[in-house]
């Protein structure tokens, strides 16, 4: 069963230091060797900012992931044992006892799914459902198959397609001569002795006999040759002629193992998607009566792995590494099935994080994620690479506003001044550059601006969304005001919050403009010059973490 990911990922809504917060930490597992696997992913679309950091950086893009539950897909068996609709009871019976499986899936001939073949189905190819008359000596049969199985010679009328099966009705010729004689001479009165297979070893005369009656076909036991005149009149008569090497009574059992499985697979079967959460499917699957479920890709025949029951039973879990924030709230989708193996962030803790077992957990209050993981590096005695080291520093200035953020630690000085060196960078033409590059205010539709850094909080039983863009200036706003106001009211009916806000900051004059929708007596509360219903100044207010949640919590605290 193969090993789920390990993924290092920030929150949702992804700002440019859980971007490169999550790019560094995973470069930083992969290097000590601590987690070899480690892959850089995010829930979220990226800002144009983080793009022009990536783009600088000559990086790609984190892995996008929406969902860390365990699919099918993750955990299914990829090293599929499988029959072809067309293979012999001896062929999938072998293949079942070498891999020491009782359920194999049967494919056709153009790999598309098709039935599943369970052990106790073989049983019906050898044994017959009736005991009495023609039917128990009767098989549905390729005479190239049978061929086939036995490693037989042919060497009188031509052997039809393997495709082309038959009924053919068995006659061991072990009795007298007369007696087999007799038994033929019935058959064509009868009208069916054009089906029967006669069995038999070195008896010339009863082999003349097969081929006299216009028997469909003869098998010559136990290595036994057969007469050129024999074989050529059995051409002139149309009689398929075998030459095998086992005796009598092992042919006669190994005959029926060259029937083919598509007569006994079962043909209503379940399918599961390879997306499709284990978890979902736990409970699905419990009462189905069937022993393996076909993984296929979503509106596809084909097969991408198996599953048994078992397998649902404890599988593993993706795990997980957190970046820049602890609250499930702001956290991937299906986080609550993953395995949490460490967090590292600068944020409050909010209490809902829970692990099976103890993890590594870093929350200092400094300005930046990318601080922490930068330190990380620092304290190893390793380099980040330069790209690496880039990324890092984009996440500092980003979120300290090149250290002039009230977030901003000793701490972090130290790592941009560090990192920086290491990629080749000047902290304040970077930061420039950054800040320059995609002004939402100017380009961005307002669903764009209010979800390209948003977060969401659990405060005194109220639930907050607190969306924040960063502009050079805030020239722009007035003219977009109604329309942002209106994106937000629809963002706040539509996620049932109790309070949504959206504070848009100017980086280089360090004040916000605070649009706020919600209950009066929370927005009343509020520490901001209130220009109207919705609209606030916040004079030297650009910090989310340190002075706007702050001041909501402190908000609603007084509200009530």
Known sequence: MPKPPFYVI???????????????????????GDVPDAVAARCGEISQRTKWVLERAKLDAPELVTDVRVNAGMICHRKIIKVNIADTFLTAYRRMLESEIRCVPVEDDEGNLCGILRYFHLLKLL????????SVRTIHVSLAKLADTLQAESCGATLPAPEFE?????????SSQATVDKRLKQAALDGNVGKFLVICGDRPIVQRYAIDHGARALLVTGGNPVSAEICAYAVRKGVVVLLCHQDTASAS????????????????FLTVGSSEPISRLRKRLTAIDQDLFPVVEHGSATMVGVLAKSDLV?????????????????AVNGIEEAEITEVIDHHRLAGDLVSREPIR???????????????????RGLMPAPSVAMCLCAGIVSDTLCLTSPTTTLLDREMLTWLSGVAGVDPVKFTDEFFAVGSL???????????????????????????????RDLHGFAARREELEAALKNLFYREKYDLAVLAVTDVALHHSMILAIGQDSVLSKLPFERLDQSLFHAPGVVSRKRQIFPAICEAIHHSR
Do not use: W
């Not at 059992?253 to 209503?268: D, F, G, W, Y």
């Open 314 to 330: 404890d599988p593993p879990r993706i795990r997980l590494a957190l970046v820049d924030h602890n609250e499930y709230a702001q």
């Open 10 to 32: 920030g929150h949702k809504n992804p700002d440019t230091d859980a971007i490169c917060s999550a790019i560094g930490y995973a470069a930083m597992l992969r290097a000590v």
């Open 441 to 471: 205010i100017a380009n961005g539709t307002p669903e764009e601006i209010l979800n390209a850094d948003r977060k969401e909080f659990a405060e005194q039983g109220l639930s907050v969304s607190i969306s924040q863009v960063e502009e």
């Open 127 to 134: 044994l017959p459902a009736d005991t009495e008359g023609l």
């Open 166 to 174: 038959e009924d053919l009705i068995l006659l061991v010729g072990a």
């Open 253 to 268: 059992t190994l005959i029926r193992c060259s029937r083919t499985v598509r007569h006994v697979m079962e043909k209503t």
């Open 361 to 379: 957990y870093l929350n200092e209050p400094v300005g930046s994620t990318c601080t922490l993981v930068g330190r990380k590096f620092f304290h």
